[in-house]
C-alpha cells in the first residue's frame, strides 16, 4: 500500500538556520504531494503542494521539488524563525481511482523548535 | 466563514461510555474524514465521506461509527469507548478532486479512563 516515510526527529534549530525535512513516499501510479504543518494547539494547515514530477511547490520561504526517480519531497526552507516552530506532515493523495482516491497517507510528523 | 468546527474540544469518558463527536463545515465541500492522531504514527483515516448519504471505512474503523445525514456535517461516534481510542480526533473536509487541499478542524482531545 501507500507509505510515507519522514526523518526522525526532533529537529532543533536556531533562528536563520537552514533547513531540510527529509521526506519519500511509495505509491502505485502517480501521486499528489503535499507538506501540512500544523501549529501549537491546532489543527493542520496545507504549507505546499505538487501534483506531477518536477513540480516545486512553495509557500511562507519553504519549498519542496516533486522527484520522481527518488520518490522523495523533501522540505527546505534558508533561513527558519521562531515562528516556524510546529510540526510538519508530509503527505500523499493517489491521483486517481478506486477507493484510494482523495485520502490522504500522512507519515509520522516531524517536529521542528526553532531557538531565538 | 467559519471553516471546519469541531464539537467537543475536550472530553473524558469512562471505559464503555458512549459519545459523539459533531463535525460541521460551511465550505459547501463534499468529501469529509475523520482522522486520529497519535504520537509517532502521524494521522490516520477512520471513516470517510463522499457525498450526503454515503460513507466508508478507512484505515483503522474499528470501534467506530459515523453518520452523514446533512451535507455540512459528519459524525463521529463511539459506542463503547476503550482506553486505546485515547487520542486526538480531527476532521476534515476537501473538494472531490484529489488536489484540493483538505481543510482540517481544530481536534478534539478525547481521554478514555
Known amino acids: 500500500g501507500d507509505s510515507v516515510t519522514q526523518m526522525e526527529g526532533p529537529v532543533t534549530l536556531s533562528e536563520e538556520a537552514f533547513l531540510t525535512i527529509n521526506c519519500t513516499y511509495t505509491a502505485t501510479g502517480y501521486p499528489s504531494l503535499f507538506w501540512y504543518v500544523q501549529y501549537p494547539g491546532e489543527g493542520l494547515q496545507l504549507l505546499l503542494k505538487?501534483?506531477?514530477?518536477?513540480d516545486k511547490g512553495s509557500n511562507k520561504g519553504f519549498e519542496a521539488t516533486y522527484r520522481k526517480e527518488t520518490t522523495s519531497f523533501h522540505l527546505e526552507k534558508g533561513s527558519v524563525q521562531v515562528s516556524d516552530s510546529a510540526v510538519y506532515f508530509c503527505?500523499?493523495?493517489?491521483?486517481?481511482?478506486?477507493?484510494?482516491?482523495?485520502?490522504?497517507?500522512f507519515g509520522q510528523g516531524t517536529i521542528l523548535t526553532v531557538h531565538p | 466563514n467559519a471553516g471546519v468546527t469541531q464539537t467537543p474540544k475536550f472530553r473524558v469518558l469512562k471505559t464503555g461510555q458512549s459519545m459523539t463527536l459533531l463535525c460541521a463545515q460551511d465550505?459547501?465541500?463534499?468529501?469529509m474524514y475523520w482522522y486520529r492522531q497519535d504520537p509517532g504514527m502521524g494521522l490516520r483515516l477512520i471513516h470517510y465521506s463522499v457525498g450526503e448519504g454515503t460513507t466508508a471505512k478507512g484505515e483503522v474503523p474499528d470501534g467506530y461509527n459515523v453518520s452523514r445525514l446533512k451535507k455540512q456535517n459528519f459524525l463521529l461516534g463511539l459506542e463503547s469507548a476503550a482506553p486505546s481510542q485515547t487520542s486526538v480526533y480531527f476532521c476534515?473536509?476537501?473538494?472531490?478532486?484529489?488536489?484540493?487541499?483538505?481543510?482540517f478542524g481544530p481536534g478534539t482531545r478525547l481521554t478514555v479512563t
Open positions: 476534515a473536509s476537501s473538494f472531490p478532486q484529489g488536489i484540493y487541499e483538505q481543510y
Open positions: 505538487a501534483t506531477k514530477a518536477d
Open positions: 503527505a500523499l493523495i493517489r491521483s486517481a481511482g478506486g477507493t484510494s482516491y482523495g485520502k490522504l497517507t
Open positions: 465550505m459547501n465541500h463534499e468529501y
